[in-house]
């Protein structure tokens, strides 16, 4: 059986935390602590180290899920949750714009510390508001190989699809 380590990141409330509760086969391991700075204003509880779910994709397959926390303050940890991972997911809050910048910074910071495949998903499609994918890649100044996905994170088939479609990507990175 292979072990393979994904790590989920994005903004303060992209819904990194609910996207692995939503489809771990565990408990999930999480680190929330009611939000003391600004966060508080947004949600009662966040993220201060990792959050940690597993899912088997297969007999053989077995996807051990790495969120990170949001918040810069913690940022450290981002380096730590990255070490050995295949992948990477980039949660986005589509209904939230200023958030945006800053799931710029995150992407980079991951680009730049190893050259892992990733996915963009378009958090919250089931709300009004929430921008479109190709909107997201826009913003987000995406190039049209990066795969920016709908997602909504309480949706176990949109979860799913997401990390299939991101071992979609590192397949096809290795057949390179």
């Not at 929330?32 to 597993?54: H, W």
């Not at 088997?56 to 899920?65: E, K, R, T």
Request: with cysteine; aromatic share 8%.
């Amino acid at each position: 059986m292979q072990t393979v380590k994904m790590v989920i990141s994005g903004a303060v409330n992209a819904g990194k935390t609910e996207f692995i509760r939503t489809i771990s086969e565990i408990e999930v391991v999480s680190t929330e602590r009611r939000a003391t700075d600004d966060t508080r204003l947004i949600k009662k509880e966040t993220t201060v180290a990792m959050d940690f779910g597993r899912i088997a994709i297969s007999d053989d397959l077995v996807l051990h899920l790495f969120g990170t926390p949001g918040q810069k303050r913690f940022d450290f940890m981002w380096e730590i949750l990255a070490e050995g991972m295949l992948g990477l997911v980039i949660l986005v809050d589509s209904t939230r714009p200023e958030t945006f910048r800053e799931t710029n910074r995150i992407i980079d910071f991951f680009v730049s510390y190893r050259d892992t495949p990733y996915v963009i998903a378009a958090n919250k499609q089931d709300r009004p508001n929430a921008w479109s994918p190709d909107e997201l890649r826009l913003a987000l100044r995406q190039p049209p190989h990066i795969k920016v996905l709908p997602c909504t994170a309480t949706d176990r088939e949109s979860v799913k699809n997401v990390l299939l479609e991101l071992l979609y990507v590192i397949q096809e990175r290795s057949e390179d």
